[in-house]
C-alpha cells in the first residue's frame, strides 16, 4: 500500500499513524519526493481496511498496490533507483554505465592486461568469471577464490570496481569480500535461498534473468532481494532461450523496456551472451543505448582465440575501443552520459 500525506499534515497524527502500522506488524519505507510525502507499507495490507488509514488526518490518499512484485514496482517508487559505489560511480538514473571484462579469469598476466585497458579506456566497473558454473562439467569452472583475489588484486591496482558471479550460499562470505557488485546469473535466477541471502548482503545485486523466465518471474525474483532489506539490485536482460540455434540467446529488447516501465531498478543489457558471436554484439549494444538502458556488459579478451570459455563472443581490445568510439557517438547524439 501507498499513502500519500496532506500538504502541510500534522505531524502527532502521522506519529500516531506510524505506531498503528508498526503495532499491526507492518514496516514503512519513506519514498517521497521533493513536493509530496509518500510512504510506503510493507506487509500483507490486505488485513487493513483503507477506512483505518483515512482516519488518520495527515492521509490525503491510501493506494493498494495490486502487482505482486510491490517493492520493485512503480506503484511502490515512482523515481529511479540509483545505486552509489563510491568514488563517484553510480549506477542508474540517466547515466549508461559500461561494465567489461574475460567471461573467466585465468591467470594474473591476462587480468593485468584488462585492467591496464579497461583503466585508459575510462571504464570503471570490472567484470569477470571466478567461480564458472558450466553446462558441462568437463569445461574450465574457473579459478573460484583464487579468480576472486586476482580480480580485486587488478580493481585495486587500476581503480576499478568488480563484478562477479555468485555460484551458491556457501560462498557469499568470499563475494563479500573480493567483490563491489554481486552478480546471480540466469540459472540461479529462481534459486530462491540464495536471493534471500543476497537479500541481508550491503552489496549491490545484478540480477540476470532466466533463460525462459517471464518479466514477473524475473521481477519476483527481485523482490526476494528487495524484500530481505537489500535495495540495491540492478536487472539484467542477457537473452531468453528460443528456437534459433544461430545465435546463442534472443535478446529480449522489449522485455529490458517493459522492466523500465514497471520497475524503478536500473535495467542493463548483455549483448555478449545475447548474441554468442562477436559480428553481433556492436548493433546489439547501440540497440541498447538507443533503448536507454542504464548500462551494459560486454566481454573483452586480449586473444579471444586462446579464452578458456566464451572466446567466440569475447571482443578484441581494438573491437572494444571502436565500439565505445561508435558508442560514445550515438550517446552524444541522444544527451545520454556514458561512463
Not at 8 to 27: C, E, I, V
Not at 95 to 116: F, L
Request: net charge neutral; aromatic share 8%; charged share 25%.
Amino acid at each position: 500500500m501507498i499513502i500519500k500525506f496532506k500538504k502541510n499534515y500534522p505531524q502527532d497524527s502521522a506519529d500516531r499513524l506510524f505506531t498503528f502500522l508498526k503495532d499491526r506488524g507492518f514496516t514503512t519505507k519513506d519514498v517521497s519526493s521533493d513536493n509530496v510525502k509518500i510512504f510506503g507499507v510493507i506487509g500483507d495490507t490486505l488485513q487493513i481496511d483503507k477506512s483505518e488509514i483515512y482516519a488518520f488526518d495527515c492521509v490525503e490518499e491510501a493506494i493498494r498496490i495490486m502487482v505482486p512484485y510491490k517493492k520493485g514496482s512503480r506503484e511502490f517508487q515512482a523515481f529511479d533507483t540509483v545505486i552509489d559505489l563510491g568514488d563517484g560511480i553510480k549506477i542508474g538514473g540517466d547515466s549508461h554505465t559500461m561494465m567489461a571484462g574475460p567471461c573467466s579469469v585465468e591467470n594474473e598476466d591476462q587480468m593485468m592486461k584488462i585492467g591496464a585497458y579497461l583503466k585508459a579506456q575510462n571504464i570503471q566497473i570490472l567484470r569477470g568469471g571466478a567461480f564458472k558454473p558450466r553446462t558441462s562439467p568437463y569445461s574450465f569452472q574457473g579459478l573460484k577464490e583464487d579468480g576472486l583475489k586476482l580480480l580485486r588484486k587488478t580493481a585495486d591496482r587500476f581503480g576499478l570496481k568488480v563484478i562477479s558471479e555468485i555460484p551458491s550460499v556457501e560462498v557469499l562470505p568470499l563475494f563479500e569480500t573480493y567483490v563491489d557488485i554481486i552478480q546471480v546469473g540466469a540459472r540461479n535466477m529462481q534459486n530462491f535461498y540464495l536471493l534471500k541471502a543476497l537479500g541481508k548482503s550491503k552489496k549491490p545485486v545484478f540480477l540476470k534473468r532466466g533463460l525462459s523466465a517471464t518479466l514477473e518471474e524475473w521481477l519476483m525474483s527481485a523482490e526476494y532481494i528487495l524484500d530481505g532489506g537489500n535495495d540495491s539490485v540492478i536487472l539484467c536482460e542477457r537473452g531468453v532461450r528460443a528456437f534459433e540455434t544461430y545465435t546463442r540467446n534472443t535478446l529480449d529488447i522489449t522485455a529490458a523496456l517493459a522492466a523500465k516501465e514497471l520497475s524503478h531498478l536500473p535495467v542493463f543489457i548483455d549483448p555478449s551472451h545475447a548474441a554468442g558471436r562477436v559480428s553481433l554484439i556492436d548493433p546489439l549494444a547501440q540497440a541498447a543505448l538507443a533503448i536507454r538502458a542504464h548500462g551494459q556488459i560486454i566481454e573483452i579478451h586480449p586473444e579471444p582465440e586462446k579464452a578458456l570459455s566464451d572466446g567466440a563472443q569475447s571482443l578484441t581490445f581494438d573491437q572494444f575501443t571502436a565500439l565505445m568510439s561508435r558508442l560514445k557517438t550515438s550517446a552524444d547524439a541522444l544527451r545520454i552520459p556514458l561512463q
